[in-house]
């Protein structure tokens, strides 16, 4: 990277191991010579939020913890769980929340305030307050790859964090602390499943810790396996989901025909039968054609279908014939096989300086069927000739010129599937001691790699919507004909495989002709041939060293010492993405893909410090700043490194009204940089037209006629950093028993990297007059005369999104008699505003209380305006019990829409909805435990149980998304789960 302004880029990129060991050294062996004069003193207590060590209670952000022990009270078994008992996180990403999708299959990655990008995170996650390699591209962590049984806590601050930490921390920080100081075994094993006797859950794990040589050498060991069965398809598995809801389009809501735009209604179907359709061509060369006719099963014979009304979702309708229910393609869960091991080791080298280790390895494998029924032909469909070898006399004599034949789904013939494959690596050294006085230092290197590799088997080619296509698979194996035309008893060939056809095509060699009508005539040889494996490989490798320092700098003002810290973090990330290229010549043909070859490296370079001054007994305030430098350079062939350089602060203020009473109030801005796909996704040019697969372009210059134009889609090298000004103002009254916090917040972040907006939407707002917009759109001629030439729609820092809400936690204790307790703990959290400004000219839009789906790959997640989580938990002297309460406020479906009932004289206007609420749930869970022996024994056997979803209360109907008819980021799409098991202390 000649020319490079990096400080150390050669170190960091390539002898980072050597350079971060080096610097740990340097500063180790300042605190052995400096060991002496060091002042012992109580263990500092660093809190997520802050590099200077203080009480959580002094916080001048919102901290929830969530400890080990509450986390044994819920039966909780694994961290990605944890986050999702807090309202403040919306999961997009889960196990419950995949679907058709075939991203992230498995993973759960933390998402505060609903901000992350599809592609990218705006929450940072941290384990024991130091960087863990991302498993995604965008930089996310997976959650469930840390062992649950070694967490002593889990801190979440949610508020922005940079300054303290560097980027991604826009929404705040996930701080996930091990319990380093374990003594003894700890085991577990239990075993769960659903109401319905499906999705088994089999989990073990086991933790030990012990120290040695006089307690100078402490180690802690742990290794956790859990593997979740598969629930199938939505619609065939659970009764919620057999009503098959969906919000359909009625194209001629304003000519009064007593529907409104949108109609949300039960018994939607896809719009192909479970046999297929053929629409039948009326002349030769199919100018004009019938309505689409269904098969029989045996693919013998052609009758009449209804197609029903109201089309949305992906390709569904309402009350169409068939009986492939619109939701017959979504599992509920994929299955899931998770392993980690860990082992950290603390050594006291002196009385004032500490080594510790870390080595950890986790592995993740997910098999799910993101669409059972695989995509056939759709849209137009695809052409089937009058000689069509597996043509019946019955069809041929309905199809004398032909027909398109439409079966988007066939789930009794053939399923795509994923199968996903991760695997993490993380070595951690690091080293902390005392220097002079209150003085403190800590370092730490660390190298990890995850790697991460995923299967789309049974993918189509685009032959499937009758677009030419290089290798058109489908196309070929289904334009089956006789190798003798003048023999019917000749063997069936694929017409491309004939030497002097017309159609002949070298690249069909070895094709296999496939029967697609009807069920049960199409071989497995022929499926497979006709839909090919989609794969995708990552490497994501990342090395940080990092220094910090902390003490008192000056007495102060006789309310206590006016304390500092301060420090450098160098990151090198890389990432390198792979689809096995030179085997798959096809790639270009696929109808799906995960995008081209792309990787590079992101060196960063940061500076911070940070200073706490109590300027009375009451008034404490917190100053940091942090100056970063960011390098991003593409492994394409003749690409440059971009650099920026960025800075965050942060300003806190916390005044102690009265002995009781606590105000605080934060103002900082904080800042996220551009991940690899955002920035490196290679650009491709896509031709869109009219009817096909992308669709052609809406011309509003020419009153929204459909033409053909060049999509052109990827990353962006030139993306700036984003920014967000963030302030928070809060109260705290701590009591005897009670201790509440109630905490306002606002995020303001611009320039925010808004993933590929819609070709269709760039046009629109270039019509509107966005001179920003105007710059992607290319364009001949004028006025009425305007036609679009290409649509340039990749990743830009366009967007600008405004969230403000409050968060309030209470947590009340009773002491009871016999040494019983009750507790009550209480996070909610109220979203009055989320207003985001695509920056392509509109008006901007309230997203508050919006609980029905937003749009696959959006850059943000609605919420509805209240949410809570609630637990009572009783304790005895050998059990102890908790209730759970989870509430879901009642929201929108799509705060675009207006609600216009069937009938109503406003039917005629735009967007209008037959039913655009969203009811609340309230979601009660139980668990419990019971130790056999006494709490004072040595050894103890525990017995624990846990039921969510007591109730099994069905999710509330919010249609509109891709794979569900509610939205699963909110609302349990499971049912009622136990789990029971047994725990080991010795």
């Given amino acids: 990277m000649t020319g490079s302004t990096f400080p150390f880029p050669d170190a960091i990129r390539s002898r980072a191991p050597r350079i971060g060991l080096a610097l740990l050294a340097a500063v180790a062996t300042a605190g052995l010579a400096l060991a002496q004069e060091a002042k012992e003193g109580k263990e500092e207590i660093i809190v997520t939020g802050s590099r200077i060590a203080r009480s959580g209670f002094d916080s001048a952000q919102p901290l929830s913890v969530v400890d080990s022990t509450q986390i044994q009270n819920l039966g909780i078994v694994n961290v990605g769980d944890v986050l999702r008992t807090l309202p403040q996180n919306t999961p997009f990403f889960t196990d419950t929340n995949v679907g058709i999708g075939n991203f992230n299959v498995g993973s759960q990655l933390a998402n505060l305030r609903g901000l992350n990008p599809y592609f990218g995170t705006r929450t940072l996650t941290l384990v024991d307050t130091k960087r863990v390699v991302p498993n995604t591209e965008g930089g996310a962590v997976d959650l469930v790859l840390i062992p649950s049984m070694l967490v002593g806590r889990t801190e979440v601050v949610t508020g922005g964090a940079s300054a303290a930490y560097g980027s991604d921390a826009i929404a705040g920080v996930v701080n996930v602390m091990l319990d380093t100081k374990l003594e003894g075994l700890k085991a577990q094993i239990d075993y769960g499943q659903t109401g319905e006797r499906d999705g088994g859950d089999r989990h073990v794990s086991v933790a030990w810790g012990h120290a040695f040589a006089d307690d100078k050498v402490h180690l802690l060991l742990g290794v956790e396996s859990q593997h979740q069965d598969a629930i199938g398809p939505c ?58 006719q269904t098969l029989n099963g045996a693919g013998t014979a052609l009758s009449a279908y209804n197609p029903g009304r109201f089309p949305g979702g992906f390709l569904g309708v309402i009350g169409a014939d068939g009986t492939v229910l619109a939701y017959d393609v979504s599992g509920l869960r994929p299955d899931e096989k998770h392993t980690s091991a860990l082992g950290h080791v603390d050594i006291n080298l002196s009385s004032s300086l500490k080594l510790s280790f870390d080595l950890a390895s986790a592995s993740s494998d997910s098999f799910n069927y993101p669409a059972n029924g695989g995509l056939g032909p759709f849209g137009g469909g695809v052409f089937i000739k009058p000689d069509n070898a597996y043509l019946t006399p019955a069809l041929q004599a309905a199809l004398p010129f032909g027909g398109y034949m439409n079966r988007v789904f066939a789930p009794d013939v053939f399923s795509a599937t994923n199968t996903t494959t991760a695997d993490t690596n993380r070595f951690v050294t690091s080293l902390s001691g005392h220097l002079v006085g209150s003085w403190a230092w800590d370092g730490y290197y660390e190298q990890g790699k995850s790697t991460y590799s995923q299967q789309l088997i049974h993918n189509a080619d685009l032959s499937v919507l009758g677009i030419p296509a290089q290798y058109g698979f489908f196309g070929w194996a289904t334009d089956a004909v006789r190798s003798n035309p003048a023999d019917p008893t000749s063997p069936i060939v694929c017409r491309a495989t004939k030497v002097g056809d017309p159609a002949f095509n070298a690249r069909a060699a070895g094709c296999v002709p496939l029967n697609f009508f009807g069920v049960g005539n199409s071989s497995q040889a022929a499926i497979d041939y006709a839909f090919r494996t989609l794969k995708e490989n990552s490497a994501y490798k990342q090395n940080v060293a990092g220094v910090n320092f902390r003490g008192d700098l000056a007495k102060g003002f006789g309310a206590g010492p006016i304390s500092g810290a301060f420090g450098a973090e160098f990151r090198s990330d890389k990432s390198d993405v792979t689809h096995d290229m030179a085997n798959q010549p096809w790639y270009s043909s696929y109808l799906l893909n995960w995008g081209y070859d792309r990787g590079g490296t992101i060196d960063v370079a940061e500076y911070y410090g940070e200073v706490q001054v109590p300027f009375s007994k009451k008034v404490n305030t917190d ?66 037209t009219p009817g096909g697969f992308p669709a052609g372009i809406n011309n509003p210059w020419k009153g929204n006629l459909p033409q053909a134009y060049t999509s ?19 109260v705290v009254l701590s009591f005897d028993r ?59 820092n366009l967007a600008s999104y405004l969230t403000r809400g409050i968060d309030f936690e209470a947590n009340y204790n009773v002491p009871l008699r016999a040494g019983d307790s009750l507790n009550l703990r209480i996070i909610s959290s109220y979203l009055y505003d989320m207003i985001i400004d695509t920056g392509l000219g509109g008006t901007p839009v309230n997203y508050r209380n919006q609980s029905g789906p937003v749009g696959a790959f959006g850059g943000f997640n609605s919420s509805p305006e209240w949410q809570a989580t609630g637990w009572l938990t009783y304790s005895h002297a050998r059990f102890t019990t908790t209730l759970e309460t ?48 006494p709490q004072s024994s040595k050894s103890q056997l525990q017995m624990f149980w846990a039921v969510n979803n007591l109730m099994d ?12 008819p509610t939205n699963p980021v909110f609302f349990d799409t499971i049912g009622r789960r136990v789990r029971a098991g047994i725990r080991l202390n010795f």
Avoid: M
């Fill in 953 to 964: 209360k069905a999710p509330p109907v919010a249609p509109g998304g891709n794979a569900f």
């Fill in 712 to 730: 052109i889609t990827g990353g962006n090298p030139n993306l700036r950093p984003e920014i967000a000004d963030e302030s928070a103002l809060g």
């Fill in 738 to 796: 009670l201790r509440f916090s109630a905490d306002w917040y606002q995020i303001d972040l611009n320039s925010a990297i808004a993933g590929a907006p819609t070709p269709q939407s760039v046009v629109d707002a270039c019509f509107r007059g966005a001179g920003i917009a105007c710059d992607s759109v290319i364009r001949t001629g004028s006025g009425a005369s305007t036609d679009i030439v290409s649509v340039t729609s990749g990743s830009i």
């Fill in 235 to 292: 619609s065939k598995n659970r009764d919620w989901c057999k009503e098959s809801w969906l919000v359909g389009t009625n194209a001629g809501f304003a000519s009064g025909n007593g529907y409104p735009n949108f109609v949300v209604a039960p018994n939607a179907k896809y719009a192909t039968t479970e046999n297929g359709l053929i629409a039948p061509c009326l002349v030769a060369g199919c100018a004009t054609r019938g309505a689409f």
């Fill in 623 to 688: 100053f940091s700043v942090r100056q970063t430098h960011n390098e991003a350079t593409s492994i394409a062939a003749g690409s440059t490194t971009k650099s920026h350089d960025f800075d965050s602060w942060k300003a806190a203020l916390t005044y102690d009204a009265t002995s009781k009473v606590r105000l605080r109030a934060t103002l900082s801005r904080d800042v996220r940089g551009a991940g690899f796909r955002e920035l490196f996704l290679p650009v491709v040019s896509t031709p869109g």
């Fill in 886 to 933: 989870k509430y879901i406020g009642a929201g929108l479906l799509n705060v675009l829409y207006t609600e216009s009932q069937i009938g109503a004289a406003t039917n005629t206007l735009l967007n209008t909805v037959s039913d655009n609420s969203v009811s609340s749930r309230i979601y009660l869970s139980w668990s419990g435990s019971y130790d056999f022996r």
